[in-house]
């Protein structure tokens, strides 16, 4: 499975498509998913997991991301990446 990297495009296209202010915001979502192994984000998803579950707990649980932003900010963040990727498939 090639889902950290699915996770990581996902990040990429939804900074690509907003404003630069949310740069930092991307960059730290997108170092939070290259901290975890590969083997972990499938695991998740092999236990019934979607991507977007999956990408919010590792947004959650990421000190530097919740110390910087807000929980509702950060779920706001996923849902506007995961949105993003059923775009890029019209």
């Known amino acids: 499975m090639n889902t950290k990297y699915l996770l990581l495009e996902h990040i990429?296209?939804?900074?690509?498509?907003?404003?630069?202010?949310?740069n930092q915001l991307f960059t730290l979502m997108t170092q939070a998913v290259m901290r975890n192994d590969?083997?972990?984000?499938?695991?998740?998803?092999?236990?019934?997991?979607?991507?977007?579950?999956v990408l919010l707990i590792i947004v959650l649980t990421n000190i530097k991301l919740t110390i910087q932003y807000?929980?509702?900010?950060?779920?706001?963040?996923?849902?506007?990446?995961?949105?993003?990727?059923?775009h890029q498939l019209h």
């Open 12 to 22: 990429h296209s939804a900074s690509e498509s907003c404003d630069r202010r949310l």
């Open 38 to 53: 590969a083997e972990e984000i499938d695991w998740h998803l092999m236990n019934d997991m979607s991507e977007s579950d």
């Open 70 to 86: 807000d929980e509702l900010i950060l779920r706001s963040a996923v849902d506007y990446v995961m949105s993003s990727k059923g």
